[in-house]
């Protein structure tokens, strides 16, 4: 603020009045020192203090794990897998044998093999000797009715460890199987928007093609027979149910049995509904059928696999549990994430979506418990979006949130199995791709099966608390989870801890572990996006190596990044990884 006075050329005498400027000066002085006491009366903020060394950040997260007991404990096989059906429609069943497609399943093993899905209730089966020479038209196999196996003599050879059948196919019949592949993949979509499905023969052969792959890779395989056959009175006619029953028992075939695919949606794909207490009933048909039979007698059977519990799903899961609940060793069901056809890639990041399969599980928990108290839950046909996913977002690195985030819910929260859809397929929901190549899916599961076992532990966390707003819900964007070590790897003692981290944030964010955790040696497995597409790429890195199979067709080493001890994680923004803490003989970890 500036003052302009005019001053008269000559002195005023001593009894003449000051300059009228003068004033306004004094009341301006007298306002600003005014102020200046105001301020500094009125100032509540505190001064300066030194703290605590790493609390200067406010994105410092400390991080504990109990260590005595476990809060719950999976099945040894949780992480398993599925097989749709389809893949006898567009012949990819006779390429099963496959040296790669082998190896890769072995690497996700021990886990359950569940053939089943959408064309389940289409299936037949035929006990045909040689069905090459008795098909009408070209079938999933037809270019290759020259010879009586589709394995290639020439080039079989037998996997030592077990007498599997291994086949190296030659590069122009993969080629032939693909262009024929690309074209049913059309027709296999139709059917599955129009909710139509065709027939579809299982033979002896496939079937042996099929138990061949999932004994040589370790898997057990689960097989959903076809529910939809049915008599005149609504119940389930087992014809054809019985003849295959009776092959596999005279091949010796060490299966799991179910019946039927998402129940509750027999009405609109043939006409016919069937209620929770016909089901059950279908069910105790099945058990019977079953226990005649020696080396089935004490098989497991599971379901009714339903599909998303909304009200009228819910109605034929409490029908189907008051009649046949404790017929089966465990209840299963299904979800989907996304059920539109227009998919982005943050989608994949909403924890909103994160969350909507927590409401699902409490919806089936309640049911099951209501009746067979303690009775194991799976979900089986997890996916991420419906209608066979989406091209270069459903089989990207962004994918790969919603997979991992899924094991952690569901293990904390008490489901004993999970089931993915698919691991090899048509689509693009699948672990492994029509090239034989390793999906960014693929590797986060082999990681989980290397890493974590199966005894999940309690985890604290400090630094995250945010004030509740009314009418907002507070979603957690940084995820993490802790159990114990994989016994079966020998590259850490009894006793480590695993935990896995997704971090949505658009920032890093650091981690310090706390109590029993601190000071221990960590290995680092950060799993990231590898090339330009971001998080679209459908290919990954490890610790800043891309991952890829070695060229002799197997699996690469999963080589850790070790961290000083004592170390602050620092996570990067929108990514996933897994930190092993070694040797912290944590009592929960130290026994079976």
Request: one cysteine or more; aromatic letters at 8%.
């Amino acid at each position: 603020m500036r003052v302009l006075c005019a001053f008269p050329e000559a002195m005023p005498s001593s009894n003449s009045r000051p300059p009228a400027c003068l004033a306004p000066v004094a009341l301006f002085l007298a306002l600003l020192f005014h102020l200046s006491l105001f301020s500094r009366a009125g100032d509540r903020r505190p001064l300066p203090v030194d703290r605590a060394p790493g609390l200067k950040e406010k994105t410092l997260i400390l991080l504990d794990v109990s260590t005595k007991n476990p809060v719950r404990t999976v099945n040894e096989n949780f992480l398993s897998l599925q097989l749709d059906p389809s893949i006898i429609h567009d012949g990819w069943l006779d390429f099963l044998s496959s040296k790669r497609l082998v190896t890769l399943a072995r690497g996700l093993s021990p886990a359950f093999l569940r053939f089943g899905g959408k064309r389940t209730d289409f299936l037949q089966f035929q006990n045909l000797r040689n069905p090459a020479k008795s098909r009408g038209g070209p079938g999933p196999d037809y270019y290759l009715k020259n010879y009586e196996d589709d394995i290639v003599r020439s080039d079989v050879a037998l996997d030592k460890q077990k007498g599997c059948k291994i086949a190296q196919h030659p590069d122009i019949m993969l080629e032939l199987q693909r262009e024929k592949a690309a074209q049913m993949h059309l027709v296999l979509l139709k059917e599955q928007f129009s909710n139509t499905y065709s027939n579809l023969v299982l033979t002896a052969r496939s079937l042996d093609k099929l138990y061949n792959f999932a004994d040589c890779s370790g898997l057990h395989l689960i097989f959903a027979l076809n529910a939809l056959r049915r008599n005149p009175n609504n119940s389930w006619n087992s014809s054809s149910a019985l003849s295959l029953l009776k092959y596999s028992a005279s091949k010796k075939y060490n299966i799991s049995w179910e019946l039927g695919n998402e129940p509750n949606n027999y009405r609109t794909m043939h006409g016919r509904a069937v209620n929770g207490s016909q089901l059950g009933k279908d069910y105790i048909q099945l058990k019977s059928l079953l226990q005649p039979i020696r080396i089935y007698s004490r098989a497991s059977l599971y379901g009714p696999n339903i599909g998303r519990p909304r009200k009228n799903v819910i109605a034929l899961l409490d029908g189907f549990m008051k009649v046949a609940g404790s017929t089966v060793d465990a209840v299963t069901w299904q979800h989907c994430y996304i059920d539109g056809r227009v998919v982005k890639v943050m989608d994949f990041l909403k924890t909103r979506l994160l969350d909507t399969l927590s409401d699902q599980i409490r919806k089936i928990q309640k049911v099951v418990n209501t009746y067979t108290p303690g009775k194991k839950i799976w979900l089986e046909g997890v996916v991420t979006t419906s209608a066979g996913g989406t091209n270069n977002l459903s089989d990207s690195y962004a994918a790969g949130f919603l997979w991992l985030n899924t094991l952690g819910m569901l293990a904390n929260q008490g489901i004993d199995v999970v089931i993915r859809h698919s691991f090899f397929d048509h689509g693009y929901n699948h672990l492994v791709d029509q090239n034989f190549n390793p999906l960014p899916d693929y590797w986060l599961s082999l990681l989980y099966k290397r890493l974590i076992g199966p005894k999940v532990l309690a985890v604290h966390v400090a630094g995250l608390q945010r004030k509740p707003r009314p009418g907002r819900v507070i979603r957690d964007k940084l995820r993490i989870y802790a159990h114990c070590t994989n016994h079966h790897n020998h590259n850490y003692v009894r006793g480590s801890i695993t935990l896995f981290i997704i971090n949505l944030h658009r920032s890093r964010k650091k981690i310090k572990l706390a109590g029993t955790l601190r000071d221990k040696l960590v290995h680092q497995y950060l799993l990231q996006p590898y090339g330009q597409e971001g998080l679209k790429s459908r290919s990954v890195q490890l610790n800043g190596q891309r991952l890829v199979m070695v060229d002799d067709g197997t699996l690469p080493e999963l080589k850790p990044r070790p961290l000083r001890a004592g170390r602050t994680l620092v996570i990067p923004p929108v990514t996933m990884g897994f930190y092993v803490v070694k040797n912290v003989n944590a009592l929960a970890c130290r026994y079976r």
